[in-house]
């Protein structure tokens, strides 16, 4: 009896499974030389990933049973990676936060699942390893779309040709919302200029945000001093607003920051950018500074907002 359609996706799905078990084992044989569990490496990310989490959020997010989440975060605790506070709304529950000692065992098992990933794409063309990871991107939003939900956002490194599209988007959204000349264009081209110019892998870094394969937003994060990060150059495509595109872009950033040894953050806004006033505020920063000065042919009043690491 010949084989019809579903019966052939069922298996080519069951083939894929295995074959990606497979090489999911082989990336993850680090975890054994951390001493963590894959369970305790994710309860480990995403406490880095997102601040004051309550642990009942945590065992949401990654489907853990409460009782062994229980185990998970009492170990953490005795090793010292980990601190606790009773919420204030449930004392039963508590917010956990990465201490000193528990970013820098993230920080560890990052940079060497970092290289693990690293190594095999390595062994990819450039062309290979773009549509490797767009096909990834690809199965994350198929597998996780839900009629209400917005399409999946991929963040993902500079590549070749996107300083030319961050100057040119740049350049067009703020002249057709805040009508900027082209002195604007001028000083992104600038910035971006001098980024590939001086560019330093360990301490700085672009990232471009995606949906469905398509730019629609980017940030820099770019060497201040050797303690200090400046977070440069956020913008987010009309047609993507609404996804929480900015936040991503601007977690992401702190945790580059973060990651790259840097105690704290600066970047310089204008007060006409709400949105953006709006996602930095949210993400800890403060305003610390104004200054009224006319540039791009507006009269505008300059920012400096910062955050401790």
């Given at each position: 009896?010949?084989i019809?359609?579903?019966?052939?996706q069922?298996?080519a799905?069951?083939?894929?499974?295995?074959f990606y078990?497979?090489k999911?084992g082989?990336?993850?044989?680090?975890l054994?030389?951390?001493g963590?569990?894959l369970?305790?490496?994710?309860?480990?990310?995403?406490l880095a990933?997102h601040?004051?989490l309550?642990a009942?959020?945590i065992g949401?997010?990654?489907g853990?049973?409460?009782?062994?989440?229980?185990r998970?975060?009492?170990?953490?605790?005795?090793?010292?990676?980990?601190?606790?506070?009773?919420?204030?709304a449930?004392?039963?529950?508590?917010q956990l936060?990465l201490t000193a000692?528990?970013r820098?065992?993230?920080?560890?098992?990052?940079?060497?699942s970092?290289?693990e990933?690293?190594?095999?794409?390595?062994?990819?063309?450039?062309s290979?390893?773009?549509?490797l990871?767009?096909a990834?991107a690809?199965i994350?939003a198929?597998l996780?779309?839900?009629?209400?939900?917005?399409a999946?956002?991929m963040?993902?490194?500079?590549?070749?040709g996107?300083m030319?599209w961050v100057?040119?988007?740049q350049?067009?959204?703020?002249a057709a919302d805040?009508n900027?000349?082209?002195?604007?264009?001028?000083?992104?081209a600038?910035?971006c200029?001098?980024?590939i110019?001086?560019?330093?892998g360990?301490?700085?870094?672009?990232?471009?945000?995606?949906?469905g394969?398509?730019p629609?937003?980017?940030?820099?994060?770019?060497?201040?001093?050797?303690?200090?990060a400046?977070?440069r150059?956020?913008?987010?495509e009309?047609?993507?607003?609404?996804?929480g595109?900015g936040?991503?872009l601007?977690?992401?950033c702190?945790?580059?920051?973060?990651?790259?040894?840097?105690s704290?953050m600066?970047?310089w806004?204008?007060?006409?950018?709400?949105?953006?006033?709006?996602?930095y505020?949210?993400?800890g920063?403060q305003?610390?500074?104004?200054?009224?000065?006319?540039?791009?042919?507006?009269?505008l009043?300059?920012?400096?907002?910062?955050r401790?690491?």
């Open positions: 009896m010949a019809n359609g579903t019966d052939e069922i298996a799905v069951r083939a894929f499974n295995r078990t497979r999911l082989v990336l993850d044989q680090h054994g030389k951390t963590l569990s369970s305790e490496a994710r309860v480990l990310y995403e990933h601040d004051d309550a009942k959020d949401i997010e990654l853990l049973d409460p009782g062994y989440l229980s998970i975060v009492q170990n953490f605790d005795e090793q010292g990676l980990v601190t606790r506070k009773p919420l204030a449930d004392r039963r529950q508590y936060s000692k528990g820098q065992a993230y920080a560890k098992l990052n940079l060497s970092q290289n990933v690293a190594a095999m794409l390595a062994q990819l063309s450039a290979d390893a773009a549509r990871t767009q990834m690809t994350e198929v996780e779309q839900r009629r209400s939900q917005p999946a956002v963040l993902r490194s500079h590549r070749v996107d030319g100057i040119s988007r350049a067009a959204a703020y805040y900027w000349d082209i002195s604007y264009e001028a000083l992104v600038e910035i200029a001098q980024f110019k001086n560019y330093d360990a301490r700085e870094h672009c990232w471009i945000a995606e949906v394969g398509e629609v937003g980017s940030i820099f994060l770019v060497k201040a001093t050797d303690e200090v400046k977070l150059l956020l913008q987010v009309k047609k993507a607003r609404g996804l595109v936040r991503a601007v977690d992401q702190i945790r580059g920051a973060r990651e790259r040894g840097y704290k600066t970047l806004t204008q007060s006409i950018l709400v949105a953006a006033r709006g996602i505020q949210s993400a920063f305003l610390v500074k104004e200054e009224k000065h006319h540039s791009f042919g507006a009269d009043i300059g920012e400096t907002w910062e401790d690491l």
